[in-house]
């Protein structure tokens, strides 16, 4: 099957600091990738929707210029959490959807990466 | 309002019993996917059902797409420990293409199996 990977698996790092997550599709072409959010025993939030070689659509309330997405290549997306707060503490998922034929729509999810903003 | 509505959100059975999870709406889906999900992991899809009516079986899990493919429901039976995890149901309305195919997710069951 599909597979998606993300680095890093945790991060920790200082409130002000950046942090970038990488997530990659290992073998497949991900024309689209998602990022979500997840709080414990909670649903995914769907934070943006990012497409090869455009820019990300962001959901309503999610700050663009404080979760930088970018997708510059087939197999390569990366979420870039700027001035960290302990808020944005949380886990982070990515998922990607390749040139799939007609009907199943399916997304392939990463293992997540687990941010804590000290 | 919550476009897909899963229930129970909770649900704590003991091993060898059998139970329901229910994916509601009142919006048509062009398919519907159910996840499972473990602590710390990402989430794992288990189906993908795009046809009204029809089901699926997974070993001890059954899903089934409603015929007017507005609900979906999972069941598992005799269910083990490993069971245990956050089972989620995601859709794509009908109609949606492009950038609009974006999964509409449930808010998930969290299912413990006790031994």
């Known amino acids: 099957g599909a597979v998606v990977s993300q680095h890093p698996s945790r991060v920790i790092c200082k409130s002000g600091t950046s942090v970038k997550i990488e997530c990659r599709s290992l073998?497949?072409?991900?024309?689209?990738m998602f990022w979500y959010r997840q709080f414990p025993k909670q649903s995914l939030m769907l934070m943006a929707t990012s497409n090869e070689g455009s820019k990300a659509t962001y959901e309503q309330g999610v700050e663009k210029d404080k979760f930088l997405i970018n997708h510059a290549s087939l197999t390569l997306s990366t979420l870039t959490v700027t001035s960290a707060h302990p808020e944005d503490s949380s886990f982070y998922i990515c998922?990607?959807?390749?040139?799939?034929?007609?009907?199943?729509?399916?997304?392939?999810f990463g293992p997540g990466t687990r941010l804590t903003v000290t | 309002t919550q476009l897909l509505e899963q229930s129970p959100q909770f649900l704590s059975i003991q091993e060898g019993e059998n139970l329901t999870v229910y994916c509601n709406s009142s919006?048509?889906?062009?398919?519907l996917q159910w996840y499972r999900q473990e602590p710390g992991e990402g989430p794992v899809l288990l189906v993908t059902v795009v046809t009204g009516g029809e089901v699926k079986k997974l070993k001890r899990l059954t899903f089934q797409f409603g015929d007017a493919r507005k609900d979906s429901s999972l069941h598992i039976t005799a269910a083990q420990p490993g069971d245990t995890g956050l089972y989620l149901c995601?859709?794509?309305?009908?109609?949606?293409?492009?950038?609009?195919?974006?999964?509409?997710w449930g808010l998930g069951t969290s299912l413990a199996v006790n031994p």
């Open positions: 998922s990607a959807r390749g040139r799939q034929g007609v009907g199943a729509y399916e997304q392939y």
């Open positions: 995601a859709g794509i309305k009908d109609g949606r293409a492009g950038n609009n195919r974006k999964l509409i």
């Open positions: 919006s048509v889906f062009s398919s």
């Open positions: 073998d497949f072409q991900a024309t689209t």
